[in-house]
């Protein structure tokens, strides 16, 4: 498999992008990085991953933003926990990842249909504070567009599946108890997020 | 001593099966007149033992001849106390176990094996140990860095007169000036304070005797009687030591050859202890630095070796910069990383600080407004990259011995015009260098010897303090580039050597690798004819020379291999139970079979160390080979003599052949040269065997390591089948 | 009134050589060895970088010192029960286990022809069988049989080898002893055990059994190791084409052993000399994050990469696959220097794990101080307890010799201080 070549012609070293990434709240285990490589062969989706994650923390070592943000690397990530398993250095390295989708989304750099995707998906548990499988289809092709939901009509088949297993409920769920306080935390976390962004 | 002799055969393991027992006595009672000697069916258990020694306390005896199994087992039960002299005869793994039982062939060969036990005990004494007058105790150690307190505060910590010389006017050497160091301990993370000022305090408190300013002038003597000239300013003090350590250090590699490195070229590019001195004088004000390992090191076109410490080194000094400014950018520029061991997690954690560790090879340094940018082939970006803004560039420029810096001594000028002459081939003498370190009024030179790059290091893994002058032990960065850590073990280490050599030269004992062996080379110098063979070829450098060429022999320099022994073509040289006329007799009673029997007969000198743990195991083993052999074990090959070659010969030996240890380059001998010698030796008397009518081939060396066991029957009836092809010795009916 | 004497625990190259060394400036010593002979794993290994020399060749000199020193009393089968007192006036209490043959064993060898009990080889770290009695290896010193009793338990044989012992050696029923000792300092060099691969569960060893650690090549290279000296495919005893050498196997890890193991960057090179001298042709791989090969080491790293043509592969092996079919491995690895995931197939994958200590399983019985490997933390803990060897710092034997000759001169300056 051939990931995607880091660069072609000559890069220069620059610390300060690292430096906002280092102060994220796992970011700084980056810097531990021995550049041994068994993150890029545990990852389940290797095979998808235009730069292995320690491709992807070179980058941000050489100031690469539009690169690494721009990168499908971390919206691969699964969170299957292979790599934070094995990491020699023990770099936590899909607490990295998580880091770094929460960062892209902040900065705007949405493209991927991961973002739209981890967006539905949240702001339509923020509701009911449980989820809604059919509300968060809707909100996600919202984001994505037209395009999108005509690729959707690809996945019909899928869709008459879930449908018929009951996993594609047609009704909304009741929503849980205690509401109110889940939306207190949900808001009270936002709101420490801003001051230590600060 | 008036020898009373008993031989003791064992008839275990099968010995009294495979062989007729009873004419081996024969040969000990009726050709050698023994008077005394019996069999046991177990020598080794309680019984034969108590039989052994009935006979010591009732009948005299002090002379033990055991014919049974190899002298490398039993040891500890075949033991009669220092006055009385065991000979062992190996009739086991060098006679049953590898030959046919009960056959005519092994049969003669058991019995010459009786003989040449026996005509052994005609040139046996105990040997009486050497004393040295004025034995002193005192250990010197030269050089006041780490290593070289280190090994004097160990050395006074165990009880022994220690007196430092350091020739700087403050002790420490390069590690005194370190603002602060690497870890050497756990969790091997944080920068510790100079060690050098608590021990100089516990030199001090462990009443070691230090001069500073000081240099050794002269170095005369032996161990136990080392004669020191110290000259500190204008006078000269005298010392006399017991054992030296040399921990004279190293000095930073020549960063004036890093031309192409921009050292020379920008100011601001700098070496390690550069920086480092910067750092101790608090004037370490940088926003970003870059530090370039391999400086000069692994480098065919400067040092091909690796410094060992650079690496360790610039992460401490990486772990400077963020401690003054945790904001600092600092890069690495590195081949390897080499933080071995605990080491690791000083580097994760200088990783964690922030450091920045780049994988490539510097291409160009450039300088614009003081500022300097480097420009690497970048393995871990796969692609050219670029750094600017340095206000530092730092050089991890590498390590050169103390030992090293100095003019290579000459080789001396040939005696006469005969030996200028003559095309011998000489044995390989490793360099001296006079590095004005020790000046020692040796023959063979003023300094150890150095071997590779200028270390005096040691060859041997297994034995790492085995300079090659006795009790003269080197430590430290001047014996091997290592860190720190590794360099206070090394002093301590060579501490403990030297505090042994004082031991065991105090009884009159050798150490390593013949330790505890007390007999010592007499010269009769009646016959000496001044050739200056044994001078040269020492290995250990033991005698020295008057103007006349007399050789002045120093025991206590002697490692008891025999090579001056083996050299002298007078045969002047001796030990209390090793001499040339033992083996010369050895080799003449073995009874030599007329042409017409076709029997040949081949003589094998092996030596002690490898060759002949290795013939055991052969018969360990029960590999077979031809019985024609007849092994004589010598302590070294180095002490062969050629008279031996002569006697073998010309009394009808088909062929000679000498087993020895590896030599070259990656020499295994335990003497450092001795099988070289021998091999030299032999091809001398190639000229004088084929003047005789004896072809040279029939005599030859091999090399064989313990190893090697499995190989020793193809090699010998390969020998023998060469052998067969010349034909018997036609001096055999002559002999 | 301090006590002179010294006890080494371990018997390994670290414990030989402390003890010969305060021995021969003498001080009394006692060696309390585990195993039934000395020499511990330097016996195992069939030569040593960067000479390539044999160790039995140093061995065979340390142990004539041995024999001919009045002043070093060894115990092989001996453990360490109990430590207590204080430097310079220790009582140790020493465990000696059964070795069921006697000090009237000449080594002759019929017990063994007689026996019919086969046991997994240790040396050879089970890689072939011996027969329940046994010299532990040919070189064994002391040159003296044992008998693995519980397998003769298990197998129902009550001792075919001692009715052929015409010597009376050999003793069913022996039992353990235990002896005390009075010693002033103690010299603790209990050594190192190969990391267990079989928590590198990526890399399939105990899986796949082509899959194989350094210690194990290492037998098989040697002449007297289960194959004779011929490395071959444990699955078919096949000759091999191709071979990777995967290192820190385990070392540098924080999920396994947090240091550098130090040793197995030139143990693979050396490896690397043993296939070439077999295998002319073969490929070599070698996947690694670092070469660690310092000071005058890299001559070999140098003279290596020339005379055996060694690819050398920046990137450390990710994981192991096999191939089923044929018992291939397939490496799978970030070749950062071709930029590239790589997956390669190869006849024989060799782990380069590393030394954890003894004491990260067995703690030495008295105060002392480890680090987060279990490696003792010299000079911290009971005061005229010195460690030596790997036990402290995962080395080399050079290394390991200098240190130990360096515990063995603190040893004797306990002596001097205790009271």
Redesign the interface.
Known sequence: MEQKNVFSEPVKYDLTFAREIFRLENGSYIKQCMNCGMCAISCATRDVMDYSPRQLFNLIKLGKKEEVLTSNTFWSCTSCCTCKARCPRGIPIIDVMHDLKKYAIDHGYTNYPQAAFYKAFWNEMSVRGRMFEGGMTARYFLIRGLDEILKAMDMKDVGIDMLKHGRMPLLPPKKIRGLGGLKKIISKAQELDRKEAR | MEKKIAVYICT???IGDALDIDALSKVAKSEFKVPICKTDG?L??PEGVALIKQDIESEGVNTVVIAG?SA??N??VF?FGPDNIVERINLREQVIWCHTADDEDTQMLAEDYMRMGLVKQKNMYVPEPYQVESFSRNILVVGGGLTGLTAAV??A???YSTILVEKDAELGGYVGKMYKQVPM????TDLEENCIPNLVKAAEDAGVKIYKSATVENTAGAPGMFDVTIKQGDSTVQERVGAIVLATGAKPYEADKLGHLGFGKFPNVITQSMFEEMATAGKLEASKVAFIQCAG??DQEHL?????ACCIESIKQALYVKEKNAEA?V?VYYK??????????F??KA????V????GDVTEITEEDGKLTI?AD???????????EFDYVVLANGMVPTAALGDLVEEEPAADEAAAASDEPKASTPPVIKANLLNLAYRQGPELPAL??G?P?SH??????ETRRTGIYAAGVVR???DM??AV?????A???A??CV??TEMGQA???R??DMSFPEFNMNRCTQCKRCTEECPFGAINEDEKGNPLPNPSRCRRCGTCMGACPERIISFKNYSVPMVGNMVKTIEMPEEDEEKPRILIFACE??AI?ALD?AG??RLQYNAWVRIIPLRCLGSLNLVWINDAMGGGFDGVLLMG?KHGD?Y?C?FMKGSELAEIRLSKISETLDRLGLESERVRATTV???DY?KIPAMLDEFAADLEELGPNPMKDFA | MANKSILVVGGGISGITAALEAAEAGCEVYIAEKNPYLGGRVTQINQYFPKLCPPNCGLEINFQRIRNNPRINFFTLAEVENISGQEGNFDVTLKINPRYVNDNCTGCGKCVEACPVEVDNPFNYGMNKIKAIHLPHDFAFPMKYVIKADACKEAGCAGKCAEVCEYKAIEPDMQSKTMNLNVGAIVWATGWNPYDANKLSYYGFGRFKNVVTNVMLERMAAMNGPTGGKIVRPSDGKEIKSIAFVQCAGSRDENHLKACSSVCCLASLKHATYVREQYPDAEISIYYIDIRARGKYEDFFTKVQEEANVTLIKGKAGEIEEDQTNGQLVVIAEDQEAKQVTRKSYDLVVLATGMAPSTATAAIPADMAYDEDGFVVPGAGTAGIVVAGCVKNPLDVASAVRDATAAALKAIQSTVRGQ
């Open positions: 275990g393991c099968g177990q080794c258990g199994c490398r087992v040891f500890d033991k160990e050395s910590k165990a009880g301990k756990p969790p091997y090191s692994r091909p070796y690796c410094s060992a950018n890069y390897d990383i080499r933080s071995n061991g605990q080491y690791e997690h580097y994760m990783q964690q600080e922030g920045v560790f780049v994988k420009e970048d393995k871990t970006m796969g692609t050219t990259s670029l750094a600017d590779k790059y270390f290091d041997y893994i297994c034995f790492p303090y091997a580039p290592m850590l590794s073990e090394d002093g301590a280490g501490a403990m050597k505090v042994q031991e065991a150490v390593h690798p330790s505890g160390n490898d743990p195991m360990i083993n240890c990656d295994q335990h390591n313990i190893m499995d």
